[in-house]
């Protein structure tokens, strides 16, 4: 009966019957060659583990400057001296009412980052005042004075970077001073760069009364000054691996990828993509504000122009990665559409998003050709310099003696702790219960990492 049931049946249309034996017309015409709009991001934790090591850069700048603004001279005599090394002490307990108020930590956030990093911080009760003074130590002090004299010697080459940045903001080539400001560090500016960098050079560039910052023409120009990076790599690169038959329609155009670890790439993506790489654009140095835009391949055209105008804002930069919220700032220069990070997304061979710092609130941009395995394969003295930073902020506190420190300290934990129940606490985390044993450090207490094999020398420097 059921098999007549079933004779009686209509047979199914084709492009069902070819979808139910997997027939391969029916699964081509259901995709698409083109570039997805959404894509989820792929973790790389190469990239990753760069952005916990700047969660305490940042952390240590950021306790820096507050130090800086409320620094009172150390006294220039006796044991506390050090040699001379000029180096400033503050009450800890003004450093830490204000990085609670400015930098919002918790009451035993700033106390416990100090402990923590010794090689970068020096605790002591002064021997006038007898209250906790914090200080910074000969190393943290020399890192810092040795990315000072890297970027005052690498001046030029910072000038040269802001004018090429001005230059991307076509046609006018101006914009915000207070944007650069925030920008300085990663184009490795001095922070006094307004003074040393725009007003110093008036045949460069000039200051305009609302703000702005103008690119100036000037004859001593270097001829290449509006090629892109990408434009020099393709090229060196097309002149070193240039097969024979090649075609060069293929490289002439081409953007270097290399997705991330466990990104799924099926055939109809891979297709996009090599449509995508031959698709020619204009440079983002070129004026294209009178073109017409309403076809649909100039819009992907000036989409990819978009990609090369971020590509080259990260090539000038020292560390090759600036954060998506200072990218932000300049996407009506660069030409990038509003949802920025879902537009960056689509590009993860070429960027990548690392969210880690500031409980995912913090995103960061990083070119993926720039790096291999984690290191900046172009490196420069300015990064050099931040590299030994943040090797003393990675040392542990094992290897440094600090029986001494923690018993010259004396009363002072109270204050550490802000009270009696606080400096308890961290007595009890660094120094141990009466039986002598401390607290298990655990993955919210930033354990200090591998172990560096030397020791900082904080002892022999500030105490006999």
Not at 385 to 395: S, T, Y
Request: glycine residues 8%; without cysteine; charged residues 30%.
């Amino acid at each position: 009966m059921l098999r007549r049931i079933a004779a009686l049946r209509p047979p199914p249309p084709r492009a069902v019957a070819a979808a139910l034996v997997g027939g391969a017309d029916a699964g081509y015409s259901s995709k698409s060659t083109s570039l997805p709009q959404k894509q989820q991001r792929v973790r790389d934790h190469a990239f990753d583990g760069i952005m916990e090591v700047q969660k305490r850069v940042r952390r240590f700048l950021a306790l820096h400057a507050l130090l800086l603004y409320a620094a009172t001279p150390t006294a220039p005599s006796g044991k506390f001296s050090a040699g001379g090394s000029g180096a400033v002490s503050v009450p800890f307990s003004r450093l830490g009412a204000l990085s609670r108020r400015q930098l919002r930590l918790a009451p035993l956030d700033a106390g416990n980052f100090m402990l923590r990093h010794p090689h970068a911080f020096h605790l002591f009760l002064h021997p006038v005042h007898r209250i906790l003074h914090v200080r910074l130590t000969p190393r943290a002090s020399a890192a810092l004075r040795l990315e000072a004299d890297a970027i005052a010697s690498l001046r030029p080459g910072a000038v040269l970077r802001l004018r090429k940045l001005l230059l991307l903001a076509p046609p006018h080539h101006r914009l915000r001073l207070e944007h650069i400001r925030l920008l300085r560090r990663d184009f490795g500016l001095p922070d006094d760069f307004a003074d040393s960098v725009i007003l110093s050079n008036p045949a460069l560039f000039r200051l305009t009364p609302d703000g702005f910052v103008e690119f100036v023409p000037s004859p001593d120009d270097p001829p290449d000054l509006t090629v892109a990076a990408v434009e020099r790599s393709r090229e060196r690169h097309y002149r070193e691996h240039r097969a024979p038959g090649a075609g060069e329609e293929d490289a002439r155009f081409a953007f270097p990828t290399r997705f991330p670890p466990g990104f799924k790439i099926g055939k109809y993506f891979r297709i996009a993509v090599w449509k995508w790489q031959r698709l020619p654009y204009a440079s983002p140095y070129a004026d294209v504000s009178g073109h017409d835009l309403r076809s649909l391949e100039a819009q992907r055209r000036m989409e990819k122009r978009a990609v090369a105008a971020v590509h080259e804002l990260l090539s000038l930069t020292v560390d090759k990665r600036t954060t998506l919220e200072r990218l932000a700032l300049f996407r009506d220069a660069l030409g990038v559409p509003k949802k920025i990070k879902e537009f960056l997304l689509k590009y993860q061979g070429i960027f990548y998003i690392s969210t880690r710092g500031n409980q995912g609130k913090l995103h960061t941009v990083f070119l993926r050709e720039a790096y291999y395995k984690g290191e900046l394969l172009d490196s420069n003295e300015i990064h050099d310099a931040r590299r030994k930073l943040e090797e003393l902020l990675l040392m542990s506190r094992e290897k440094a003696n600090l029986d001494r420190m923690f018993t010259s300290m004396g009363r002072g934990w109270d204050e550490l702790g802000g009270g009696r129940r606080g400096g308890a606490e961290l007595r009890e985390k660094f120094l141990g219960d009466a039986g002598g044993r401390k607290r298990k450090v655990g993955a919210d207490d930033e354990d200090d990492g591998a172990d560096s094999g030397e020791d900082s020398g904080v002892e022999s420097l500030y105490i006999d």
